[in-house]
């Protein structure tokens, strides 16, 4: 059975800045797309870096957005973290280098984004789009360690669910 409790925000915001690979998710016209990213959360706002395609064409409509990341250890072992809020394309060039300086502490070759991408026979253009997530929502849980000393204590009132 496995023990599974909420994070605090305080905690949220921790776990999230220690990660730096997630899933970006939006939506347009009620479908869902999901893609994997990587980002860099510096602790009030996450922010990526990608190239024009499908993610940012649905951004261009609907700038909600949910990111979530997870650190497994097992199956037993895990925290998982989501931000949900609107996606800001930075067109400040400050704004943008400051970002961008960020990312590259977490992906400095800013892979998938910066790759070749095949359209037919010809090679399509990698355009830069820098996007700040502003948080709506910050949320995480994590599972509970079965021992019963200070991490039951505190966890104590936190507890969701069973599995």
């Known amino acids: 059975m496995i023990e599974i409790i909420e ?4 905690e949220s915001r921790e776990a999230m800045s220690k990660m730096h690979f997630g899933h ?9 797309y999901v893609v994997p990213i990587h980002f860099h959360f510096d602790g009030n706002n996450a922010f990526i870096y990608t190239t024009e395609g499908k993610k940012t064409e649905i951004i261009r409509v609907n700038p909600e957005v949910c990111l979530q990341a997870e ?17 800001v394309r930075l067109s ?6 400051t970002a961008l300086n960020l990312i590259l502490q977490s992906n400095p070759r800013l892979t998938p984004a910066v790759s070749i991408r095949w359209m037919d026979s010809w090679v399509r253009e990698n355009v830069e789009v820098i996007y700040r ?9 994590r599972t509970l ?19």
Do not use: F
């Open 7 to 10: 994070l605090t925000d305080g």
């Open 24 to 32: 970006l998710a939006c939506a347009r016209n009620n479908h869902p």
């Open 92 to 97: 400040d060039e400050k704004e943008r280098s």
């Open 133 to 141: 997530i502003e948080p709506r929502l910050i949320t995480g849980r």
């Open 71 to 87: 650190e497994v250890t097992d199956n037993e072992n895990w925290v998982s973290v989501m931000i949900i809020g609107d996606a």
């Open 145 to 163: 360690k079965r021992d019963t000393g200070r991490d039951n204590i505190l966890a104590k009132g936190r507890r969701t669910q069973i599995y």
